[in-house]
Structure formats: structure tokens, C-alpha cells
């Protein structure tokens, strides 16, 4: 019933949304990322047995930003555990803006969820890794097994360039290594961040992670357990309560399906018993979504009734 989004239906769809691309405004605050262009629009879907469709300029490769976020974070629960992680990381919402240091001073120094920009940050310090690129090669290795692709890597001027206007993410951790939440250097911490951040994919790629993470963590052809079950549900949990920062709860009512969006205007789904969805559209809300993937998401949920609630 919800296979039936064949190639055609989602060229048609994909033009119907086409005109948003223009309501909001490519991501600046990165200065390589403003070079995006809105109208590259792109979508794929990857079902779960293997059968994958797609639409638009699907040679468009973007940097995965704040999609890494749930990556790293199964990579970080399977290399330290679920103690170790969210002793360091709440499981909360926080309504707060994606790099928000309110809370910080709250809670104090404890990120409220791995979705935000503090959280993040410190799930990267927990990845395994004596420095910033073994830390970065981990995370590529099992970028490669989750996609089954061993050519993606990393953008390094969109990272070099975030890096060196970062002062944000920097303030954010030192708040968290004052409170012995990140360990060892705030540089290091940051070049790896960045370098996550800077991992380039194009929608079909994108569309198989979030096949398998609605395959319970299972590789789609030989079934072997890349991510363990329980934690790629705890993933896919996060992505439904902060998946799309502060716009998460209109998500979950319009839309209903896991997802983690980037500033790059990707944004990843991941639907049980269905498979993956990615899209690509440059363009960003005030929130930082993509305007064109909530709206195409949104269409697509509500023609095929695809919402988990
Ligand atoms: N929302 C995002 O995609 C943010 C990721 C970006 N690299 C940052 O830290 O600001």
C-alpha cells in the first residue's frame, strides 16, 4: 500500500513544491554554504527490500550538518554504551534554537539532547579516537557499512571554513569542559565536529542511512546488525522528539515520521516497515529546515498516510 510512490509520482510531487525553494533563504552563517543553490532540489526513497526511487538534480551532493548528529550519536552509544552517553547527554526537548547556550547554565553544562549543537559536541568527544581524524575515520567506516559505499568523505573547505567561524560551538564547549561534561582539548573537539559536519552525501545515500536505521539497524541485502536494534530505535526516537530542533513538535502533527534535519537543507527520514526518505533543497526556514523537505514530507505523509501516530 505505502510502496506505491513510484518514480513518476515523486517527479510530479517534487515540481508541486518546487516554488517554496524560493520562501526562504540558503544557510549564511557557514560562508561555504551560502554558495548552495536553491533550486537544486532533490528526493529519494530506499524501501526496505532494496528497491529505491528518485527525483530531481539526484547528482547534488550536500554536507550531511546536523543529520551527522544521529550518526554519531549511534556511533558514540555503541563505542561507550548507554550509561556512559546519557550521563553526559539529557534525553529531553528543549524548544531552544539548535545553537542555544541558555540551558547550559541550567542544567549546568549537561546538554539537554545529542540533537542540539551542545549535544552533539559532546557526543563527538565521546567517539573513540586518540585525534580529530581517527575520530572522523570511525565515523566515514561506519558512514560506508550504513551506506554501503566506500567513497564518501568529507568536504574539507565547508569544515575549514566552519571551523574558523565557529565561535559558538566554541563557547559551548567550554561551558561543557568547565563542567567536566567534554574532556581533553576544545580545538580538537571542534575539528572533528566540523569535519562530521562536513560529510558529503548526495539523497540516494542519505536515503539508504535511513533505510537501515527503519531496518532496525540491519544491512537491506545480507541482513547483518551494523547498528544494534535498540539503539537505532533510541536514534530514531530522538529524531521524532528533536529531530527538527524547535520546530519538532509542528513536525510530529504535520508530518509524523522520524526525521533529523542540516543546515545544508537535507533532510533524513526514517519510517519502520517503509524505508528511508531523503531530500535536498537548500533553502531554509527561520528555524533552519529546509523548506522545500518539510513541505514534500509533509505531502507525502499526508497522500500516504505514512504519519507513525
Ligand atoms: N543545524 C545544523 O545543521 C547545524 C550544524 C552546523 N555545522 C553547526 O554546528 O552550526
Known amino acids: 500500500m505505502k510502496k506505491d510512490i513510484t518514480q513518476d509520482i515523486l517527479e510530479e510531487w517534487l515540481e508541486n513544491v518546487r516554488p517554496y525553494a524560493f520562501d526562504g533563504q540558503v544557510a549564511n552563517y557557514i560562508p561555504a554554504l551560502s554558495r548552495q543553490n536553491p533550486e ?34 549511534a ?40 540533537m542540539i549543537n551542545a549535544g552533539a559536541l559532546a557526543v563527538t568527544n565521546m567517539i573513540h579516537g ?35 567561524t565557529s565561535f559558538l560551538n566554541r563557547s559551548l564547549l567550554f561551558y561543557m569542559k568547565q563542567h567536566r561534561i567534554v574532556k581533553g582539548s576544545v580545538e580538537e573537539t571542534l575539528d572533528a565536529y566540523t569535519k562530521q559536519c562536513a560529510i558529503e552525501v548526495n539523497v540516494c545515500q542519505l536515503a539508504r542511512i535511513g533505510a537501515l536505521f527503519a531496518n532496525g539497524g ?18 530514531k526516537t530522538f529524531m521524532v522528539t528533536c529531530g527538527m530542533y524547535d520546530a519538532s513538535g509542528s513536525f510530529a502533527i504535520k508530518v509524523g515520521i522520524p526525521a533529523k534535519s542540516g543546515v545544508s537543507g537535507s533532510v533524513l527520514a526514517s519510517l519502520n516497515h517503509f524505508g528511508g526518505i531523503a531530500v535536498y533543497g537548500p533553502s531554509l526556514d527561520e528555524k533552519g529546515n529546509s523548506v522545500v523537505g518539510l513541505k514534500l514530507l509533509e505531502l507525502l505523509s499526508n497522500r500516504y498516510d505514512l504519519s507513525i501516530f
Open 218 to 235: 540491519r544491512d537491506l541485502e545480507s541482513g547483518r546488525s551494523i547498528i544494534p536494534k535498540h539503539l537505532a530505535r533510541i536514534c
Open 40 to 73: 537544486e532540489l532533490a528526493v529519494a526513497i530506499q524501501y526496505l527490500n532494496g528497491e529505491s526511487v528518485e527525483a530531481g538534480y539526484t547528482d547534488a551532493t550536500f554536507t550531511l550538518q546536523s543529520i551527522s548528529k544521529v550518526i554519531a550519536l
Open 130 to 164: 586518540d585525534t580529530p581524524d581517527e575520530k572522523v575515520g570511525r565515523l566515514l567506516s561506519f558512514i560506508h557499512d550504513l551506506t554501503d559505499d566506500h567513497t564518501i568523505g568529507y568536504n574539507p573547505e565547508v569544515a575549514s571554513n566552519e571551523f574558523e
Open 75 to 114: 556511533l558514540a552509544l555503541m563505542d561507550n554504551g548507554e550509561d556512559y552517553v546519557f550521563d553526559r547527554v539529557g534525553m529531553e526537548p528543549t524548544g531552544d534554537p539548535f545553537h542555544s547556550i541558555y540551558r547550559l547554565e541550567k542544567t549546568p553544562g549537561k546538554p539537554l539532547n545529542p
